[in-house]
């Protein structure tokens, strides 16, 4: 194709392979990534436009992709036959011409959304990036109108996840991720007729609780056709999942991904926090301690009766506080007033104690920007 402009692609290598294909070589300009390995500073750097990986598509293939899925990218699979991950499949004999015109149609969204003219080849990467969240509140805001109370109960959720997931080193794109699943873990439930979605589960018959069971993998479905919340809906499928293995897709212990493990045990302490009442904290733990080891992943139950100890405690508890710049906050630290995103999302609640991941989450996170100071606790 004349006048065809050069896309940037990271390739997938699986174990037996050296190199991209020939044909991708010569339609694109390639940037190679083993399996199992996540994407560094220098593949954001090299900026690439798509994500392509060869056959078979198996459950190796939808490990690597999940390494990748921060990045947001369409995918392309080389003779590995249609799949629900992959934005298309070609044929592993496909003209060097036609990979090109297929290249350059997932490539620009990019053109027309890149602005000045300079700006890098994946333009859609970052403009799909700036409006997820965006569309996570629009979905929000449908789950409101449906379940009214859903948006309190979230942002309990979303707290309960911030705190565990940087108290196991997780930050940047990882934790956005599981943050955008706390938000979005019910989503499935649009799909459910009042009857059932508002009905004790002692009153659904065992059919009725069979289709309230399902909504994870229907929320998920729905999520899954938008790249950019394909981290999250990988999260949400499988969030109620038992740890030893009971659960609807029969999933055991760390066959369950870290943010479904994570999420699971955040939304079980928010409905029985809800249930028995913020003052009664040893009865939540209690209840949580029943589903150590079968519902739950134990060490997630050992932090989340740690985070009990700070989420159940109302209030300051009359301590004198003091105003410190965001600049000036260190690890000690117990936060007197609530942190905001620009988004009006909570991003770490009052009576957290700062440790280095939540300063790093708090240096990386879109903060409201009016916030230029907070109160901590004075003897902290």
């Not at 496909?94 to 290249?103: G, N, P, S, V, Y």
């Not at 009857?195 to 059919?207: G, H, N, S, V, Y």
């Not at 060490?299 to 009359?318: H, R």
Request: net charge negative.
């Amino acid at each position: 194709m004349s006048g065809s402009r050069i896309v940037n692609v990271l390739y997938l290598l699986r174990p037996d392979e050296r190199s991209a294909p020939d044909v991708v070589r010569t339609a694109a300009e390639v940037r190679c990534m083993r399996f199992g390995t996540e994407p560094d500073l220098s593949i954001k750097q090299f900026d690439p436009a798509a994500v392509m990986i060869g056959a078979p598509f198996d459950h190796d293939a939808q490990l690597a992709l999940d390494r990748v899925s921060t990045l947001m990218l369409p995918t392309i699979g080389i003779g590995t036959g249609p799949s629900d991950r992959l934005m298309c499949n070609v044929t592993a004999a496909i003209e060097l011409h036609d990979l090109r015109a297929i290249l350059e149609l997932l490539a620009s969204p990019a053109t027309i959304c890149s602005g000045p003219a300079g700006r890098s080849a994946n333009g859609v990467g970052m403009w799909l990036k700036h409006s997820a969240d965006d569309f996570a509140t629009v979905l929000e805001n449908l789950l409101v109108l449906r379940i009214p109370d859903y948006r309190e109960r979230a942002e309990r959720v979303v707290q309960a996840c911030l705190w565990i997931g940087s108290h196991l080193g997780m930050g940047g794109e990882e934790l956005n991720t599981l943050l955008l699943a706390a938000r979005l873990r019910e989503i499935g439930k649009l799909g459910l007729p009042d009857a059932i979605l508002f009905a004790q589960r002692k009153d659904r018959t065992t059919e009725e609780q069979a289709m309230y069971d399902r909504y994870p993998g229907l929320g998920a479905k729905v999520l899954m056709q938008f790249p950019m919340f394909y981290g999250a809906a990988k999260i949400i499928e499988f969030h109620l999942e038992n740890f030893d293995g009971t659960g609807t897709q029969n999933l055991a212990s760390h066959q369950i991904p870290l943010g479904a493990r994570i999420l699971r045990v955040s939304g079980a302490f928010e409905m029985i926090s809800a249930d028995t009442g913020i003052r009664a904290r040893d009865e939540v733990i209690r209840i949580l301690g029943r589903g150590r080891g079968s519902l739950f992943d134990p060490m997630l139950v050992a932090l989340v009766e740690n985070y009990a100890a700070l989420a159940t405690t109302s209030g300051n508890g009359g301590q004198a506080t003091r105003r410190v710049r965001l600049s000036d906050l260190h690890e000690g630290m117990v936060l007197a007033e609530d942190i905001w995103g620009r988004t009006g999302l909570k991003i770490v609640g009052a009576g957290t104690r700062l440790n280095e991941h939540i300063l790093r989450i708090l240096l990386s996170l879109p903060l409201d920007m009016a916030v230029e100071s907070v109160e901590v606790q004075k003897d902290s």
